[in-house]
T-cell receptor
Framework: DQQVKQNSPSLSVQEGRISILNCDYT??????FLWYKKYPAEGPTFLIS?????DKNEDGRFTVFLNKSAKHLSLHIVPSQPGDSAVYFC????????????FGKGTSLLVTP | GAVVSQHPSWVICKSGTSVKIECRSL??????MFWYRQFPKQSLMLMAT?????????EQGVEKDKFLINHASLTLSTLTVTSAHPEDSSFYIC????????????FGPGTRLLVL
Protein backbone atom coordinates (compact mmCIF):
# COMPACT_ATOMS: atom_id res chain seq x y z
CA ASP A 1 0.00 0.00 0.00
CA GLN A 2 1.75 3.10 -1.28
CA GLN A 3 1.19 5.83 1.28
CA VAL A 4 3.40 8.33 -0.51
CA LYS A 5 2.85 8.93 -4.19
CA GLN A 6 4.81 10.74 -6.82
CA ASN A 7 2.64 10.57 -9.89
CA SER A 8 5.12 12.04 -12.35
CA PRO A 9 7.88 9.55 -13.10
CA SER A 10 9.84 12.13 -15.05
CA LEU A 11 10.16 15.86 -15.61
CA SER A 12 12.23 17.86 -18.07
CA VAL A 13 13.01 21.52 -17.43
CA GLN A 14 15.18 24.06 -19.15
CA GLU A 15 18.15 25.47 -17.27
CA GLY A 16 17.28 28.63 -15.37
CA ARG A 17 13.59 27.80 -15.13
CA ILE A 18 11.68 26.53 -12.14
CA SER A 19 11.34 22.79 -11.46
CA ILE A 20 8.26 21.74 -9.52
CA LEU A 21 8.09 18.21 -8.17
CA ASN A 22 4.89 17.02 -6.58
CA CYS A 23 4.06 14.49 -3.92
CA ASP A 24 0.83 13.27 -2.33
CA TYR A 25 0.32 11.21 0.80
CA THR A 26 -2.56 9.36 2.36
CA UNK A 27 -1.61 8.83 6.00
CA UNK A 28 -2.77 11.73 8.17
CA UNK A 29 -0.39 10.59 10.94
CA UNK A 30 2.65 11.72 8.95
CA UNK A 31 4.15 14.76 10.61
CA UNK A 32 7.52 15.14 8.94
CA PHE A 33 8.27 15.30 5.23
CA LEU A 34 11.56 15.18 3.38
CA TRP A 35 12.98 15.39 -0.09
CA TYR A 36 16.01 13.39 -1.16
CA LYS A 37 18.11 13.50 -4.30
CA LYS A 38 19.49 10.23 -5.59
CA TYR A 39 21.83 9.01 -8.28
CA PRO A 40 21.90 5.37 -9.47
CA ALA A 41 23.81 3.01 -7.18
CA GLU A 42 24.22 5.70 -4.51
CA GLY A 43 22.44 6.42 -1.27
CA PRO A 44 19.88 9.24 -1.14
CA THR A 45 21.18 12.68 -0.24
CA PHE A 46 19.02 14.78 2.06
CA LEU A 47 17.86 18.04 0.49
CA ILE A 48 15.20 19.71 2.58
CA SER A 49 12.46 18.86 5.04
CA UNK A 50 9.34 20.34 6.56
CA UNK A 51 7.44 19.71 9.73
CA UNK A 52 3.66 19.42 9.64
CA UNK A 53 3.34 22.58 11.72
CA UNK A 54 4.72 24.63 8.85
CA ASP A 55 3.56 25.23 5.30
CA LYS A 56 6.80 26.40 3.76
CA ASN A 57 10.50 25.88 4.23
CA GLU A 58 13.20 27.45 2.13
CA ASP A 59 16.89 26.65 1.75
CA GLY A 60 18.73 28.43 -1.02
CA ARG A 61 17.32 27.37 -4.38
CA PHE A 62 15.06 24.76 -2.77
CA THR A 63 11.65 25.45 -1.28
CA VAL A 64 9.21 22.88 0.01
CA PHE A 65 5.52 23.68 0.35
CA LEU A 66 3.11 21.63 2.44
CA ASN A 67 -0.68 21.67 2.08
CA LYS A 68 -1.95 19.50 4.90
CA SER A 69 -5.61 19.74 3.99
CA ALA A 70 -4.85 18.43 0.52
CA LYS A 71 -2.16 16.01 1.81
CA HIS A 72 0.15 17.41 -0.81
CA LEU A 73 3.66 18.74 -0.86
CA SER A 74 5.88 20.08 -3.55
CA LEU A 75 9.54 20.87 -4.07
CA HIS A 76 10.47 23.95 -6.04
CA ILE A 77 13.95 24.36 -7.46
CA VAL A 78 14.73 27.77 -8.85
CA PRO A 79 16.73 28.42 -10.87
CA SER A 80 17.22 24.87 -12.11
CA GLN A 81 20.74 23.84 -13.04
CA PRO A 82 22.01 20.87 -15.09
CA GLY A 83 23.62 19.50 -11.92
CA ASP A 84 20.15 19.14 -10.45
CA SER A 85 19.43 16.28 -12.86
CA ALA A 86 18.77 13.22 -10.70
CA VAL A 87 15.92 11.21 -9.21
CA TYR A 88 14.06 13.02 -6.44
CA PHE A 89 12.29 11.06 -3.74
CA CYS A 90 9.61 12.39 -1.50
CA UNK A 91 9.43 10.74 1.93
CA UNK A 92 7.18 11.01 4.95
CA UNK A 93 7.46 9.87 8.52
CA UNK A 94 5.55 9.88 11.78
CA UNK A 95 6.89 10.43 15.25
CA UNK A 96 4.79 7.58 16.62
CA UNK A 97 6.44 5.22 14.12
CA UNK A 98 9.94 6.16 15.14
CA UNK A 99 10.42 8.33 12.06
CA UNK A 100 10.79 5.36 9.71
CA UNK A 101 10.52 6.70 6.18
CA UNK A 102 7.86 5.96 3.61
CA PHE A 103 9.12 6.81 0.15
CA GLY A 104 7.42 7.72 -3.08
CA LYS A 105 8.57 6.06 -6.29
CA GLY A 106 10.63 9.04 -7.32
CA THR A 107 10.62 11.60 -10.11
CA SER A 108 13.48 11.71 -12.56
CA LEU A 109 14.39 15.34 -13.23
CA LEU A 110 16.34 16.32 -16.32
CA VAL A 111 17.56 19.88 -16.57
CA THR A 112 18.65 20.72 -20.08
CA PRO A 113 21.08 23.50 -20.97
CA GLY B 1 24.11 16.01 8.70
CA ALA B 2 25.31 12.64 9.90
CA VAL B 3 27.98 10.76 7.98
CA VAL B 4 27.22 7.10 7.31
CA SER B 5 29.42 4.51 5.67
CA GLN B 6 28.65 1.05 4.34
CA HIS B 7 30.86 -1.86 3.51
CA PRO B 8 31.13 -3.51 1.10
CA SER B 9 29.85 -1.28 -1.67
CA TRP B 10 29.44 -4.21 -4.03
CA VAL B 11 29.26 -7.96 -3.48
CA ILE B 12 28.70 -10.93 -5.75
CA CYS B 13 28.03 -14.29 -4.16
CA LYS B 14 26.82 -17.75 -5.02
CA SER B 15 23.32 -18.86 -4.17
CA GLY B 16 23.15 -20.38 -0.69
CA THR B 17 25.93 -18.35 0.86
CA SER B 18 25.57 -15.66 3.52
CA VAL B 19 26.58 -12.06 3.08
CA LYS B 20 27.22 -9.50 5.82
CA ILE B 21 26.81 -5.77 5.21
CA GLU B 22 28.15 -3.25 7.70
CA CYS B 23 26.70 0.18 8.37
CA ARG B 24 28.69 2.67 10.43
CA SER B 25 27.73 6.03 11.86
CA LEU B 26 31.00 7.94 11.65
CA UNK B 27 30.36 11.16 13.50
CA UNK B 28 27.85 10.45 16.23
CA UNK B 29 26.38 7.64 18.27
CA UNK B 30 23.27 6.21 16.69
CA UNK B 31 20.83 4.34 18.88
CA UNK B 32 18.61 3.74 15.88
CA MET B 33 19.54 2.72 12.36
CA PHE B 34 17.29 1.71 9.49
CA TRP B 35 17.77 -0.79 6.69
CA TYR B 36 16.13 -0.26 3.30
CA ARG B 37 16.37 -2.01 -0.03
CA GLN B 38 15.65 -0.82 -3.51
CA PHE B 39 14.85 -3.05 -6.46
CA PRO B 40 15.51 -1.68 -9.97
CA LYS B 41 13.23 1.18 -10.94
CA GLN B 42 11.36 0.95 -7.65
CA SER B 43 11.20 2.94 -4.48
CA LEU B 44 13.19 2.40 -1.31
CA MET B 45 11.38 0.03 1.01
CA LEU B 46 12.00 -0.14 4.73
CA MET B 47 13.10 -3.60 5.83
CA ALA B 48 13.76 -3.13 9.52
CA THR B 49 14.60 -0.74 12.30
CA UNK B 50 17.77 -1.58 14.17
CA UNK B 51 17.96 -0.59 17.83
CA UNK B 52 21.21 -0.62 19.76
CA UNK B 53 21.22 -3.29 22.43
CA UNK B 54 17.83 -4.77 21.54
CA UNK B 55 16.15 -6.78 18.84
CA UNK B 56 15.43 -5.24 15.48
CA UNK B 57 11.89 -4.47 14.41
CA UNK B 58 11.05 -5.95 11.03
CA GLU B 59 8.50 -4.72 8.53
CA GLN B 60 5.69 -6.99 7.42
CA GLY B 61 6.85 -9.47 4.84
CA VAL B 62 10.54 -9.29 5.78
CA GLU B 63 11.84 -12.58 7.20
CA LYS B 64 13.80 -11.93 10.36
CA ASP B 65 15.54 -15.31 10.15
CA LYS B 66 16.76 -14.54 6.66
CA PHE B 67 17.83 -10.95 7.24
CA LEU B 68 19.72 -10.96 10.52
CA ILE B 69 20.35 -7.56 12.05
CA ASN B 70 22.82 -6.88 14.83
CA HIS B 71 23.26 -3.46 16.39
CA ALA B 72 25.89 -4.25 18.97
CA SER B 73 27.35 -0.77 19.34
CA LEU B 74 26.25 2.82 18.92
CA THR B 75 28.22 3.16 15.71
CA LEU B 76 27.73 -0.16 13.96
CA SER B 77 24.77 -2.11 12.64
CA THR B 78 25.15 -5.20 10.48
CA LEU B 79 22.72 -6.88 8.10
CA THR B 80 23.40 -10.50 7.22
CA VAL B 81 21.55 -12.00 4.29
CA THR B 82 21.52 -15.71 5.10
CA SER B 83 21.31 -18.39 2.42
CA ALA B 84 21.07 -15.76 -0.27
CA HIS B 85 19.08 -16.48 -3.42
CA PRO B 86 18.97 -14.61 -6.74
CA GLU B 87 15.73 -12.88 -5.72
CA ASP B 88 17.65 -11.25 -2.86
CA SER B 89 19.74 -9.35 -5.39
CA SER B 90 19.07 -5.72 -4.65
CA PHE B 91 20.52 -2.43 -3.45
CA TYR B 92 20.68 -2.36 0.35
CA ILE B 93 20.96 1.01 2.08
CA CYS B 94 21.21 1.90 5.75
CA UNK B 95 20.46 5.19 7.45
CA UNK B 96 20.63 6.85 10.82
CA UNK B 97 18.55 9.54 12.41
CA UNK B 98 20.51 12.76 12.68
CA UNK B 99 22.08 13.55 16.00
CA UNK B 100 20.48 15.82 18.58
CA UNK B 101 17.10 14.12 18.43
CA UNK B 102 16.48 15.21 14.87
CA UNK B 103 13.93 13.56 12.62
CA UNK B 104 16.03 13.60 9.47
CA UNK B 105 17.59 10.37 8.22
CA UNK B 106 20.99 10.34 6.61
CA PHE B 107 21.88 7.49 4.32
CA GLY B 108 24.93 5.45 3.61
CA PRO B 109 26.18 4.97 0.06
CA GLY B 110 24.46 1.60 -0.31
CA THR B 111 25.57 -1.96 -1.06
CA ARG B 112 24.80 -3.65 -4.34
CA LEU B 113 24.22 -7.38 -3.85
CA LEU B 114 24.18 -9.77 -6.77
CA VAL B 115 23.41 -13.41 -6.04
CA LEU B 116 24.26 -15.83 -8.82
Amino acid sequence: DQQVKQNSPSLSVQEGRISILNCDYTNSMFDYFLWYKKYPAEGPTFLISISSIKDKNEDGRFTVFLNKSAKHLSLHIVPSQPGDSAVYFCAASARNSGYALNFGKGTSLLVTP
Amino acid sequence: GAVVSQHPSWVICKSGTSVKIECRSLDFQATTMFWYRQFPKQSLMLMATSNEGSKATYEQGVEKDKFLINHASLTLSTLTVTSAHPEDSSFYICSTLGGGGGETQYFGPGTRLLVL
